[in-house]
């Protein structure tokens, strides 16, 4: 069979899975502390600030952009348009520094418990040093104490300059715009970024059937693609014309290694 054949075969191949499998996986430990704890509710800064008698206490995931750092290991975030809004507090309880983003439109994603900024209480509870100067301005009113902080681009943003995302970890959610097999779809860059579609590997065929053009939100690391070190770190063997094709087309580009995979509230 000629090589045009089999790629030929190749493409049709990868065209009829038009069905893509994965998995829930809700469990992503850092250091001890689930990434989705079982009670957290998926919110907004903005929720918070105005109905925080129901939040405190409570476990909560946002995802916000950020305004301004404070301290060593603090920033404010907020989700209004234009900045509007009451800025909140993220203090990260994490153990793991989290280098913030230069670009105020790339957005963060977190997962803490919220609290009333009590400095001497939050230090006690969760062995933390923190700065009291620098947070004058935000005693006595509701922070999140982070215990998982992770960078949540777009789609293009990562594609358009891969280089500040490569070896971190984030939070993706996009439109399923192409499967191309069970264990490799590609996110669409959102045109208002100018950026190409997100390739995104999956470590192993999951088990809970997507459509495409179904919006899912994914976690795992950024990495270039690089089809041999790909192969040999995750046990993979494709045959020398699926290689090819997929050097051709994402070779020198990003990748996204599934961790987990979720439907967003």
Request: with cysteine.
């Amino acid at each position: 069979m000629s090589d045009n054949s089999q790629r030929g075969n190749f493409l049709q191949a990868l065209g009829q899975a038009g069905v893509l499998v994965f998995l829930v996986a809700i469990a992503l430990i850092v250091r001890s502390c689930s990434f989705f704890d079982a009670k957290a509710t998926i919110t907004n800064t903005s929720e918070i600030a105005e109905n925080t008698d129901e939040f405190m206490g409570n476990s909560v995931t946002v995802k916000s952009r950020i305004i301004q750092k404070i301290g060593s290991s603090s920033f404010t975030v907020i989700d209004g348009r234009f900045f509007r809004g009451e800025p909140l507090v993220v203090v990260n309880a994490s153990g793991v520094p989290f280098n913030l983003p230069s670009d105020q439109n790339i957005k963060v994603q977190v997962t803490g418990q919220v609290r009333n900024l009590v400095i001497p209480k939050i230090e006690q509870e969760f062995n933390l040093d923190i700065q009291d100067e620098y947070y004058k301005d935000y005693i006595n009113k509701p922070a999140i104490i982070a215990r998982y902080i992770v960078l949540a681009p777009q789609p293009g943003q990562i594609t358009q300059r891969p280089e500040q995302y490569y070896r971190r970890q984030v939070t993706v959610t996009g439109k399923v715009e192409n499967i191309r097999s069970s264990v490799l779809l590609t996110l669409d860059e959102n045109q208002l970024f100018g950026g190409q579609d997100l390739l995104v590997l999956l470590k192993a065929p999951p088990k809970v059937a997507i459509n495409q053009g179904q919006t899912v939100s994914i976690t795992g690391e950024v990495r270039p693609f690089v089809i041999t070190e790909i192969e040999k770190e995750y046990n993979f063997t494709w045959d020398l014309n699926v290689k090819r094709e997929l050097e051709a087309e994402y070779g020198n580009r990003p990748i996204l290694v599934a961790e987990t995979i979720y439907h967003p509230s």
